[in-house]
Nanobody, 124 residues
């Protein structure tokens, strides 16, 4: 069973940047896709974006397009979420998740394994 561990969260001022990472513990990790999600207090979990592991194809929700970038480091089983031009409304706990073949990966469904989450707080 894959274990995912996020890192890189913190407090940043509006307009600033953060880079989150998510590393899978298994040496034979072979996800079909990796996604990033976030959940703000009192709100439902939101799909942020995802990357197809082999091809590197990425998708993003409209609210982060042009500001967030997802990339992956295959040899190190790590996926990144680079967040630029951060806004207070980006404040949330961010989670990474792995999909193992569900074709709905690019719309935020079919993710089987989840990290514990990392807090991102953007001050105004």
């Amino acid at each position: 069973q894959a274990q995912l561990e996020e890192a890189g969260g913190g407090l940043v001022q509006a307009g600033g940047s953060l880079r989150l990472s998510c590393t899978a513990s298994e040496r034979t990790f072979s996800a079909y896709a990796m996604g990033w999600f976030r959940q703000a207090p009192g709100k439902e979990r939101e799909f942020v974006g995802a990357i197809k592991w082999s091809a590197g194809t990425t998708v993003y929700t409209d609210s982060v397009k042009g500001r967030f970038t997802i990339s992956r480091d295959i040899p190190n089983n790590t996926v990144y979420l680079q967040m630029n031009s951060l806004k207070p409304e980006d404040t949330a706990v961010y989670y990474c998740a792995a999909s193992f073949g569900d074709s709905r990966w690019l719309i935020g469904y079919g993710y089987d394994y989840w990290g514990q989450g990392t807090q991102v707080t953007v001050s105004s």
